[in-house]
């Protein structure tokens, strides 16, 4: 059993054994209730077991094999259920054969097999199989998400599913992160030899336990950050409905002081002692605004964005959040007011499916059921992820769980979303994607944005306004073109502009001026295009 | 190890898995109050179910060409305690079960009893004692790693061989199929304990490396407990274990003769019932054997009998030296822990820096 699962242990084995089911079929057992399935499981299994006769293990196998014919689950995702354990009952089998018994049927070697132990070994096989065969028939017809409602049902300890739930949510991760440096050793000669493999083995798994801690320190954030801890539930006071969104997707927040700021904070510094990560950043953000946080690596632009959203309190200085001081005391319900896209959508997505996920901040709103089902689908609408909703977390691709992250964020509709590098990592066709759907946010929602990047093509797309940090200092703050357009300033922070801006300044001969310099392509093609008439209209 | 579904039947598996439940219930309520103290950490517990979900999984080389897995509980236990342990292992082996048929559901509550409950609370004993006695963190990773493994063989081994003796018609007495599964065991299992060993001690030793302030918010090293390096102490350690091993095992083996193996009232004779009363070969059946083959008998090479006490001697001079040494340093094992060297905390690091 040990040296099937050594070997085989891999990404591809592990997609092969399917962990949902689909959740759009209504055949058979897919439209039956989890409990009344689990209920069925724990019956067949304990029956089974209790009685452990041949014929009964059979007749519960023939059963369960019926009802997966009857509910039309894949074959080959069925036989997977009995090929994994196949070879370990063969074992058994052999072991049975060959420990039990009076009657001799034949040796093989110092091996002799016998009548009753054959049978014996036949009635544990029997055994497998139609333990196996349940299982495969109820776990790939119900979404892991509706087992953990069934679970809560049955008065299983909180703690218990939640623990479950992280669980089966992480353990793929972690695996595919050891996966991942495992082969990064293995091409640097790490396991060569035994004694290489076991050195290897133990700094990787290391590596993967602190990953691990310091992720759990990210998940707590991310709870914090969509209001596992705040005070007392309660709806918030957003008003109903949009006009302006073409598909009239109600989950536009409204800000109850329209006219105030939506963010400002005044004297910000934080850091340790001889060490101050940020100094002295002073700034007010209004509604509907795109502002992009731009500088070098190690500027403070993340942990800008973590006291923003109250994950990290500032040494000095204070935070508003649309008027509302922001402090120690009230942190954990500031996710009513600024919601935070991680950089990495694993921290960001702690729960096991895509709609749980959704639905975790506006349950923490306090919101009845009702309500939260209809911010959730929109939510997915709005992101277009409504395809998604039953699939686990780790099936999803790095784009998708982008989209998700955010559709979690709009379920609570915060006036304003700090996004931390939200195209990193993403396939252009993503990042615009991404982009498109930030853009619809805004324009017909009145989102208000504070985006961290270094993609200063992002920049140039969606900033109204730029604000450049350097060695935890506000450098400038300004408007986009304004900025983008000021090469020196942006090459002493270790930027530089849109290569189109560069190009357009040498043609130009004006690298100092922002008047009348393209920073997206639109831009440079209505310059190109007017620049082309009027040549036409000289020749004329 | 997981032991495999269907070999376990009627009261057994009720009994196991109501164990099963009652450890998962004790371990929860520990938790639960682990999580009304630290509010904070219950992503940490999470991540715990995963990391013993992966451990356990990993592959490992064995000397036979294949590749096995170590248990994990012995890590798990070190860096998070027993008892959420236990949980975190019962959650997995539930997983492992619906999701990747291994295990099963049959034998969840004798995987947890062994796995979980076996692997957790010696190996962190064993880390702990280790500690105690002033070892370095590598060594007590290696120890507990070591005896959690061997220690879960040894009560999967004793569970199925129960389990064996009770079903219909068996060959063997309990102790008969003891020895047949250690013997099995052997080949794959003594590489993978000792794998196992290394990488717990290793794995250790570099997140103390790279991060001890992780483990010193994990409780897993403190100033009390961590002492410096003492080679002396490790030395006598061992050597007590081993006594003490030895001490019990050699009865142990000498009961466990091959009368004791084979069941007497069984219908169908085995070979070892044949050799019953067979108590070894003297030098005149060699003698004689030789004079038969027409053979020259020679001296023996070795012949302990013509040298009369001088092996009583060696023996006695050897005794006198080991008790002079036990006698000399023995209080070395309770000594009170000195200053630390080796582990300092973080934050006297930086306050010497």
């Given at each position: 059993m040990s040296s099937f699962w050594g070997k085989t242990l891999g990404r591809d084995h592990l997609c092969c054994i399917q962990d949902y089911g689909d959740a759009s079929s209504t055949c058979g057992l897919y439209a039956w209730d989890p409990r009344l399935k689990l209920t069925l499981l724990a019956l067949a299994v304990g029956t089974n077991v209790f009685i452990a006769h041949l014929n009964l293990s059979v007749f519960l196998f023939v059963f369960s094999l019926g009802l997966a014919i009857w509910s039309r689950i894949p074959l080959k995702r069925f036989a997977l259920f009995f090929l994994a354990p196949a070879w370990a009952t063969l074992i058994v089998f052999l072991g049975f054969s060959a420990g039990f018994g009076t009657t001799p049927i034949f040796s093989l070697g110092p091996l002799t097999f016998y009548r009753e132990g054959m049978a014996q070994g036949l009635s544990a096989a029997a055994r497998v199989a139609s333990d196996m065969s349940w299982m495969a028939a109820v776990f790939l017809t119900t979404p892991f998400s509706r087992v953990l409602d069934a679970l809560k049902w049955f008065r299983v300890p909180t703690i218990l599913i939640d623990t479950i739930a992280l669980t089966y949510r992480y353990a793929f991760l972690l695996i595919d992160e050891f996966h991942h440096m495992r082969d990064a050793a293995r091409s640097r000669g790490g396991f060569r030899s035994y004694r290489n493999t076991q050195h290897s083995t133990a700094l990787i798994l290391a590596q993967v336990i602190l990953r691990a801690y310091d992720r759990a320190g990210r998940i707590q954030s991310a709870m914090v950050a969509r209001g596992a801890y705040a005070s007392k539930p309660s709806g918030n006071n957003w008003a109903q409905g949009s006009q302006a969104c073409p598909n009239r997707c109600d989950v536009t927040p409204v800000l109850a002081d329209s006219t105030g700021s939506i963010l400002s904070c005044t004297n910000l510094s934080f850091g340790y002692v001889g060490a101050p990560l940020l100094e002295d950043i002073t700034f007010n953000i209004d509604k509907g605004e795109v502002v992009v946080l731009c500088g070098p690596n190690g500027a403070g632009k993340t942990t800008l964005l973590k006291l923003f959203s109250g994950i990290l309190t500032p040494a000095r200085g204070e935070i508003f959040l649309s008027g509302m001081p922001l402090n120690r005391k009230n942190r954990n319900d500031a996710f009513r007011h600024v919601g935070i896209l991680a950089q990495d959508p694993n921290d960001q997505l702690f729960c096991t499916h895509v709609s749980e996920d959704i639905a975790y901040g506006p349950k923490n709103l306090g919101l009845d059921e009702r309500e939260v089902a209809r911010l959730v689908k929109t939510s997915m609408e709005l992101m277009e992820v409504e395809h998604l909703a039953h699939r686990p977390i780790h099936r999803l691709s790095y784009g998708e769980m982008k989209r998700v992250g955010l559709a979690g964020i709009i379920a609570l509709r915060p006036p304003l979303i700090l996004l931390d590098e939200p195209t990193s990592s993403l396939d252009p066709a993503s990042g615009q994607h991404l982009v498109r759907l930030l853009k619809h946010l805004n324009s017909h929602h009145g989102y208000t944005f504070v985006i961290v990047t270094h993609d200063i093509n992002l920049a140039s797309v969606i900033a109204s306004r730029i604000i450049v940090l350097n060695e935890g200092r506000l450098v400038a703050d300004g408007p986009a073109r304004r900025i983008l357009t000021d090469e020196k300033l942006l090459m002493d922070s270790r930027l530089e502009p849109p290569i189109l801006t560069r190009l357009f300044q040498r043609l130009m001969g004006?690298?100092?001026?922002?008047?009348?310099?393209?920073?997206?392509i639109e831009e440079a093609a209505d310059l190109l295009n007017s620049g082309k008439e009027s040549a036409m209209e000289v020749t004329q | 190890m997981h032991i495999s579904e269907g070999i376990i039947t009627g009261y057994p598996a009720a009994a196991y898995t109501a164990a099963g439940v009652a450890l998962m219930g004790w371990g929860t309520w520990r938790m639960k109050k682990f999580a009304a103290k630290f509010p904070d950490k219950k992503p940490l517990i999470g991540m715990g179910g995963a990391l013993i979900f992966f451990v356990s999984l990993i592959p490992l080389p064995a000397f036979t060409g294949t590749c096995s897995h170590p248990c994990g509980t012995p890590l798990i236990a070190i860096l998070l305690g027993p008892s959420i342990g236990i949980v975190l292992a019962g959650i997995a082996l539930l997983l492992q079960a619906a999701f990747f048929a291994h295990g099963g559901f049959s034998t969840w509550g004798a995987n947890l009893l062994d796995l979980g409950f076996v692997g957790c609370v010696t190996g962190w004993l064993s880390f702990r004692g280790a500690r105690k006695l002033g070892l370095p963190l590598w060594l007590s990773g290696c120890v507990a790693g070591l005896l959690g493994d061997i220690l879960v063989y040894a009560a999967a081994g004793l569970i199925l061989a129960w389990t064996l003796v009770h079903a219909?018609?068996?060959?063997?007495t309990f102790k008969g199929y003891l020895v047949a599964i250690y013997a099995a065991y052997l080949p794959t299992q003594l590489p993978i304990a000792l794998g196992e060993m290394v990488i717990t001690g290793l794995a250790l030793q570099y997140i103390f490396k790279q991060r001890p302030e992780v483990l010193e918010e994990l409780g897993v090293i403190n100033q009390k407990t961590a002492g410096p390096m003492n080679g002396l102490t490790a030395l006598l350690m061992i050597f007590c274990l081993a006594g003490l091993l030895l001490g019990m095992g050699i009865p142990a083996l000498a009961e466990m003769g091959p009368q004791a193996i084979a069941r007497p009232s069984g219908p169908y004779v085995l070979a070892s019932e044949t050799t019953s009363g067979f108590t070894g070969m003297d030098e005149a059946v060699n003698e004689n054997m030789s004079k038969m083959a027409g053979l020259k008998v020679h001296e023996p090479y070795l012949n302990l009998e013509s040298q009369g006490d001088v092996w009583n001697l060696t023996l006695l001079f050897g005794g006198g030296i080991a008790g002079f040494i036990l006698g000399r340093w023995w209080h070395l094992l309770f000594s009170p822990n000195k200053q630390p060297k080796m582990f300092s905390t973080a934050s006297q690091r930086q306050a010497n820096e």
């Open positions: 004006d690298s100092n001026s922002s008047n009348g310099i393209p920073i997206t | 219909p018609t068996p060959q063997y």
